[in-house]
């Protein structure tokens, strides 16, 4: 156990200015406060806040931090108030105990209690002031180091799966890879004991086996560089256990096949010597392709800066290569910490450095809902990241998976809801492709786009998902109120005298519709029928003479082309009546007509393009939907229904894919026109099985 003095030296040692007598007094109420309480190791539970602190000492931090972590467990598990820990040691001091007791206060809740309103609160106190996390993450590592003496299995298992999802994950975020490391190999012994058991006894034997392997190949790559002028530190390690299982889980490898067990550090003097470097190891060894990684160029966001590579050594193994310079290696070491050190408390930089904690307060502040918040919190702190760049070279942080359209949103929601294609590295690409790491993305805007529904069933981010959503369901009301009011004018037109100009206001007395945008809806919908809108309008009209019946029409015919001229509307975007259409004319071939924005016109730049309108004789099309069911019984029978029901035929069906509780159908169905069709379209939008019904 630390001992009093032991714990003031190491602070004196890198900060001669410490508040000593601060420390004493900490070190003192902690002290009395936790009295005779007991740890699970049997030791005096003060020990623990005071392991607490000397961790952080390895970390250079300052005064009030490690008095933090002296006094962290004294308000939450002993009779001390926040005015006491005031009193004594200030204002910032109480600020910091204040953050890690709302930290320790979410952790005692269970899962379902987690609420997000806590959350919420704890990360806007820990964003304020970063010095409150590395305190509740040395608190958790020292935890996790004395975990074993919990006799609770189910105990061990909540906090080693609680460090394993939370913990390490925001020790990464930070940079702090030795915190990240060690927490993961401890919960990992604890959450998959007989995968660890294995995996380190196969590491021990690959070390009998081989002697001083590392050893020599250290030795080996540092005797290369200095023949050839550079002088480095080499360094060899095994990759821990976690990482190791990790990678045998995702690759789907033995741990005969997995190779690269070892990892080689090599710290030179200056950016200059780290491109030396790599050139120097590149030409000795064979290079594993697609290895290569340039953090220095392209630091990663927490600010990790190195080469990477990984080749094929003498020994015919696979070792990976760190190259980094002696400053950069105390960054990725101790990540946010290394540039803590000596500083005095600068919250506003910590911010700044690290706009992931900016990040998370944009989504805090706007989040709506508790599980609104979890869904972004949990993206924002867990998945696996990309990023990508602006033309201006803006670096762009997405979950692995994002779109281009992601992206956009990512850069502003303008750019997002104005979105029509994309260029990635220079070259048109689909709005669907998943961005990679490093991917320059241009956005391809016009003022005239507004969000797609179909661009739903590929984005990743919630921010897309959200805007795209808003916009989709204002969106579709606009539409089916738009197409109630052509059906009413139809109805209208069917009835056997004019209005009076008070018809519409009785009507919708008689109907119970509070709006005629509401009835409007209404009829688009079906939910109310012809006759009864007819009835409402003028009561009686239906029973007398006179009364049209609904219009129909027939043939295709359309303007602008001479008669009997061949032609077929074309397969590709299958236009019907009320489309805006354009004929393709080639040398003895017949005319094609394409919907104006069929992505095939493009091919056709050397047709001669005929202007073209639909008769008013014109009749029917197929037409193409997308539509994406819930995976449950019945759902297609409903489509089915729906589409039977406004008398549309169904040409063919095919399903074009299916994840997990979604099903995507594209069918062709005969329809009228453009009115017919988005008739229809609306009852399949409103019938609960369907989750979303477009024209492709
Ligand atoms: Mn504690």
Redesign the pocket.
């Known amino acids: 156990m630390l001992r009093q003095y032991e714990l003031v030296e190491k602070v004196r040692s890198y900060d001669p200015d410490a508040d000593e007598a601060m420390i004493n007094r900490a070190y003192v109420f902690s002290m009395q406060k936790h009295g005779s309480q007991k740890r699970a190791s049997g030791d005096p539970y003060y020990s623990?806040?005071i392991e607490?602190a000397g961790i952080l000492t390895d970390l250079h931090l300052d005064d009030e931090t490690i008095v933090t972590a002296i006094l962290?467990?004294t308000i939450e598990d002993t009779v001390a108030t926040p005015e006491e820990v005031e009193k004594h040691f200030g204002p910032n001091v109480a600020r910091l105990v204040d953050g890690v007791t709302k930290l320790?206060k979410i952790e005692a809740q269970s899962e379902s209690q987690r609420a997000a309103e806590n959350l919420r609160k704890f990360l806007l106190a820990m964003s304020g002031d970063i010095r409150v996390l590395l305190v509740k993450l040395a608190?958790r590592l020292?935890?996790m180091r004395t975990l074993h003496f919990i006799k609770s299995e189910e105990k061990r298992r909540r906090i080693a799966r609680e460090t394993m999802d939370i913990y390490a994950p925001l020790a990464e975020r930070i940079g702090m890879y030795e915190f990240m490391t060690e927490m993961q190999t401890l919960a990992f012994r604890e959450l998959e004991p007989d995968a660890y058991a294995s995996i380190a006894k196969r590491l021990e034997q690959l070390h009998k086996g081989e002697g001083d392997l590392i050893e020599r190949i250290a030795r080996g790559l540092k005797a290369h560089l200095e023949a050839n002028g550079v002088e480095a530190q080499v360094q060899g390690r095994e990759k821990h256990p976690y990482s190791i299982w990790r990678k045998m889980a995702e690759r789907h490898v033995s741990f005969e096949q997995l190779s690269d067990v070892m990892a080689f550090r090599a710290v030179v003097g200056s950016v200059e010597e780290c491109y030396q470097t790599l050139g120097l190891i590149h030409r000795r060894w064979p290079v594993v392709p697609g290895r290569f990684k340039d953090f220095i160029s392209t630091p990663k966001r927490n600010g990790y800066r190195s080469l990477h590579t990984t080749i094929i050594h003498d020994e015919q193994m696979r070792i990976e290569i760190q190259i980094r310079t002696a400053e950069m290696h105390a960054q990725a070491e101790h990540g946010l910490a290394a540039h803590w050190a000596y500083k005095e408390g600068v919250p506003e930089e910590a911010t700044a450095d690290h706009p992931w904690i900016s990040d998370l307060v944009e989504i805090l502040e706007h989040a709506a809902s508790a599980e609104e918040l979890l869904e972004h919190t949990r993206m924002a702190m867990y998945q696996d990241r990309i990023f990508a760049f602006t033309p201006k070279g803006e670096l762009i942080q997405l979950p692995k998976g994002a779109t281009p359209v992601d992206f956009a949103y990512a850069v502003h929601t303008d750019l997002g809801d104005q979105t029509v294609g994309a260029k990635i590295n220079g070259r048109v690409m689909p709005l669907r492709t998943p961005l990679e790491n490093g991917d320059q993305v241009e956005i391809l805007v016009s003022k005239a786009q507004h969000p797609q529904p179909a661009w739903l069933t590929f984005v990743v981010t919630g921010k897309a998902r959200a805007k795209i959503r808003r916009f989709v369901k204002s969106k579709e009301r606009e539409e089916t109120i738009a197409l109630g009011r052509k059906i009413y004018e139809e109805i209208v037109q069917r009835l056997p005298q004019p209005l009076g100009w008070e018809a519409m206001a009785e009507a919708l007395k008689r109907l119970h519709f509070p709006d005629d945008a509401t009835l409007m809806e209404a009829i688009a919908l079906k939910r109310v029928s012809d006759v009864a809108v007819m009835e409402a309008l003028i009561p009686g009209s239906t029973g007398k003479d006179g009364v049209k019946p609904p219009p129909q029409r027939t043939a295709i015919s359309i303007k602008g082309l001479t008669p009997g001229v061949a032609f077929k509307l074309a397969e590709c975007c299958h236009p019907i009546p009320g489309d805006r259409i354009v004929g393709l004319r080639r040398e003895d071939e017949e005319i094609e007509v394409h919907a104006i924005g069929c992505d095939s016109l493009a091919a056709g730049i050397d047709a001669d393009w005929v202007d073209l309108a639909w008769g008013d004789e014109s009749d029917g099309g197929t037409a193409r939907l997308c539509v994406v069911v819930r995976n449950e019984p019945g759902a297609l029978a409903a489509v089915a229904g729906v589409l039977g029901n406004y008398g549309a035929n169904i040409v063919s069906m095919e399903q074009a894919s299916r994840d997990g509780s979604f099903h995507t159908f594209r069918f062709d169905v005969e329809v009228h026109d453009v009115q017919h069709l988005m008739r229809i379209i609306a009852a399949l939008r409103a019938t609960e099985a369907v989750s979303s019904a477009e024209r492709l």
């Open positions: 623990h806040p607490v962290h467990d320790s608190d020292h935890n």
